[in-house]
């Protein structure tokens, strides 16, 4: 949690007859504050646990003509994506994410390169509604032909809520320390002035893992794999104006 103070004495003063002529003529200036202002910045905070995850699994295929490579790819990544709807993964849960065909070279000194075969590369982005069943997805996903996986990234279903529920204590945070100040001043807080968020938030959403390329092979398929989600802290920080007297 950071604060921030700032303390602004703000005081009534005869205007002078040639001011007040100047004040005529000028634009209206914001009605003048009769107490002392007091900003605070207060970050409020809740940990939810994620309850969705989204992998990228794909086929990373290879032979010596682009037809066979894209031929042998499309058959074994359709192996997968029928291997993932029969774990009950919804088809709105799954998109396919990247899909390509590059040729392989072979490099020698004084020699342009020459082309030794192609590699076909297709993946789909599957997200997960039930962390606890994604180990035994992605062991599926292993035995149907899938041999890259990257992810697991960590979100929440309803990241505005979270985010709600740290404005809110963002809110009482700035409400206490404004207090604290007031009482420490000899004053009260008679009333809230602004309030405005500060900087833009990640709606909620925790960061990242470091997100590994794993190539699998059936002896690591033979372990079950567990996918754990842990905890995120959701923030929010707020800035408060109040007027203390």
Do not use: H
Not at 82 to 91: C, E, F, Q, V, Y
Not at 92 to 99: E, F, G, H, P, Q
């Amino acid at each position: 949690m950071r604060m921030g103070l700032v303390l602004v004495s703000m005081g009534l003063t005869a205007a002078t007859p040639m001011l007040a002529a100047a004040q005529t003529t000028a634009p209206a200036q914001a009605a003048s504050i009769d107490g002392t202002v007091l900003e605070v910045s207060a970050t409020g905070r809740v940990v939810r646990a994620p309850d969705v995850a989204t992998i990228r699994a794909g086929v990373v295929t290879q032979s010596a003509t682009a037809a066979a490579a894209l031929g042998d790819n499309a058959a074994r990544m359709a192996q997968v994506i029928a291997s993932l709807k029969a774990t009950g993964i919804a088809a709105r849960d799954l998109s396919t994410s990247n899909v390509s065909l590059q040729p392989q070279y072979r490099y020698a000194d004084n020699q342009p390169p020459v082309i030794t075969g192609y590699q076909a590369s297709n993946s789909v982005s599957v997200r997960f509604r039930d962390i606890a069943r994604s180990g035994a997805v992605l062991d599926a996903l292993v035995k149907s032909g899938a041999n890259q996986i990257d992810g697991p990234a960590m979100s929440l279903s309803q990241p505005d809520a979270a985010l709600d529920a740290a404005r809110s204590d963002a809110i009482k945070r700035a409400q206490a320390r404004a207090a604290l100040y007031a009482q420490a001043a000899g004053m009260r807080v008679d009333r809230v002035l602004s309030i405005s968020e500060a900087g833009e938030n990640d709606g909620g959403q925790p960061q990242p893992p470091f997100m590994a390329r794993m190539s699998m092979s059936k002896q690591m398929a033979d372990a079950s794999t567990q996918v754990l989600p842990g905890e995120t802290d959701v923030t929010a920080t707020v800035n408060v104006r109040f007027v203390l007297k």
